[in-house]
């Protein structure tokens, strides 16, 4: 039904520490590293970014849970590295060993770099039906949350919003539908909005914050209307 | 219904378990395999350390204060809006701006990953990407905030945005008072990174 990455309202985090003065962006110089090489494969086109999220969402709760944030990144790219077949299992056994191959014509060039990283890739897409609700309409989150596809599978409804009732506040275009796209089963665009859940909807009973609200961008199939 | 791949598929079991070693590990095997270009590597780290950060975003908000066609232009379609200022790309195809008035304050967290408008306030600092942060910020939005040193007002509304989709927020905090004479490069270093994201408030540079 839902992975450990899941973790919107779950108790017993403690609490959040805000950036001390001058806190470097990268606490250590691997950190700079994982988000590079994570960046530059990516470019190799051999996935998309929801497969990506979806490979660190996948990896063993008890990994998830001890990883820092730069290790989960390190551990989605090493599987999604075999399981998209750019290496083979046991090259990762002896690296230094590799012959060293000509660059590739697919590798990001370090001259191509800020343009690459400037480039806007829209996640929209034409569709030939109209979005089914309107602003003002109140809706019913499927539930459970969970990709109808594949089992196990990625998925963006959080299970804490999951069978509430929300109100539509904006539709947002037609966009890649993760659960589909995450496993390279087609873009799949559905149209996607901006719910308003209040917070004694999700929460039940809140003192002193009735009035307060989480507003959720959700797909189009992941509703039920409840007008 | 297809299964998600063998749950004990875990090729990365394979590498060095000390995270510098498995960076280097990795970075090794797609380098030798032609597949990495190292100056890319260099070049990816030197633009997010130096290049796109915060300031772009204070940039972006502090016209917003001063320049009112600009405003109705950045919460009408903030991607085309701050795109003319140049600031545009990865993890910002859809930028929405959302403003903090004296009825709604706005707050933004991503409780599946940590999304983030990279373009304009760059890589998330550790707190975004946290656990507590995530798993609290959606159920007890003004306790965290307390944490942060931010109260908000009981009869103001708090706004979470969950980014759940590719859609990126940027909050718009409210002008400081005593600002009026100000000019905007001078508001811009007022707007910290914390107050766009909405844990905090612009505040003069001396105190940041």
Redesign the interface.
Known sequence: MTRI???????G???????A?N?S????P?H??????T???G??GRWNQDAS?HS?????PK?YARF????KW??????L???RE??A?D???Q??R???????K?????????KE????????CEISRKPRFATGDKVRTRRPSGNS?????HT???A?AAGCLGKIVMF??N??F?DSNA?FLGEAPEP?Y?VAFSSEE??GCVK??S?????????ESYLVSAN | MPHDHCESDHPHNLLPSDPELRVKALETVLVKKGLVDPAALDAIIEIYENRVGPRNGARVVAKSWCDDEFRSELLEDASSAVGKLGYSGRQGAHLVAVENSPEVHNVVVCTLCSCYPWPLLGIPPAWYKSDPYRSRMVREPRKVLKEFGLEIESGRKVRVWDSTAEIRYLVVPMRPEGTENFTESDLADWVTRDSMVGTGLPKPPASQ
């Open positions: 990455h899941d973790m919107g309202g779950r108790f985090d403690g609490q959040v520490k805000p950036s003065p806190e962006l990268f606490e250590k691997w700079a590293r994982a988000l590079a090489i960046l530059a494969a470019a190799l999220r660190r969402e996948r990896l063993p990994d820092s944030y730069y290790e390190l551990a989605a790219l090493a599987d590295l075999v399981r750019v290496v299992i090259e990762f056994a690296p230094e590799l012959p060293s191959q000509r660059l590739s697919n590798a990001l060039l370090g001259s191509e770099v800020a990283l400037a480039k806007v890739t829209p996640s929209t596809l594949v089992k196990g599978g963006r409804l959080p804490y947002r275009g966009h890649v993760p496993h996607l901006s999700l929460w002193d914050s009035n307060d609200e989480v507003i959720i961008d959700l797909w």
